[in-house]
């Protein structure tokens, strides 16, 4: 089995700054990728940001400049570092990663999620 485990999630007024941990765990052989997703209420979980083993990274354009994703240790630990942010990025930031078990088994974990709010 595998785990993700978010944390870093909070309360903080329009452009201020939060950042957020994913750690891996358990039967991980390697990673693939890691990314951060969110769903606010009444909208489609969407991604926002995502870091591949080879350290190639993607944005959301709604975030680019302001937020940042990186990785740690063959990515069992990923970061988001969130600045300037603002009330739309209100929502449940979720943790993914694209994990291999097995030498022939590779699939999606997803974190429990860690809510973000943003006051105006």
């Known amino acids: 089995q595998v785990q993700l485990v978010e944390s870093g999630g909070g309360l903080v007024q329009a452009g201020g700054s939060l950042r957020l941990s994913c750690a891996a765990s358990?039967?991980?052989?390697?990673?693939?990728?890691m990314g951060w997703y969110r769903q606010a209420p009444g909208k489609q979980r969407e991604l926002v940001a995502r870091i591949t083993s080879d350290g190639s990274t993607i944005l959301a354009d709604s975030v680019q400049g302001r937020f940042t994703i990186s990785g740690h240790s063959a990515l069992n630990t990923v970061y988001l570092q969130m600045n300037s942010l603002k009330p739309e990025d209100t929502a449940v930031y979720y943790c993914n990663g694209v994990i291999r078990t097995t030498p022939w088994l590779s699939r999606d974990y997803w974190g429990q999620g860690t809510q973000v709010t943003v006051s105006s």
């Open positions: 358990g039967s991980v052989s390697s990673i693939n990728a």
